[in-house]
């Protein structure tokens, strides 16, 4: 429809202000991949009403037996809209271990 945002910028201008990756000053801190964080579901709480499983941007989550489960955890990136649109509080979204 629209032109793209930036379509008029030169790429070589664009690829300069991407700053050098340097491991030793990451504002990470440590340059290392970081881990996934923890998710838990408490089954009681569940009452299967999918909502989780819609909002997940990663397709971390899944319905089976009625219950939410985890099937790809290590995608989670901790954005927590499970945990946000459970209206049973079934998910938790932990840190880092
Ligand atoms: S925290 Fe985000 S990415 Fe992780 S399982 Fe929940 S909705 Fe998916
Ligand atoms: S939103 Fe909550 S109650 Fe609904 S399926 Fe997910 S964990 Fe279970």
């Known amino acids: 429809m629209s032109e793209a945002p930036g379509a008029g910028e030169s790429p070589t201008v664009e690829a300069a202000a991407v700053p050098q990756k340097d491991d030793s000053e990451c504002a990470a801190g440590t340059g290392k991949k970081k881990a ?3 998710i838990t579901i408490i089954n009681e709480y569940c009452k299967g009403c999918d909502l989780c499983v819609v909002a997940c941007p990663k397709d971390v989550l899944a319905m089976k037996a009625g219950k939410v489960i ?3 955890g290590e995608l989670c990136n901790g954005c927590m809209l499970c945990e946000l649109r459970c209206p049973d509080f079934a998910i938790l979204i932990g840190e880092v271990a």
């Open 36 to 38: 996934p964080p923890t």
């Open 70 to 72: 985890v099937v790809k």
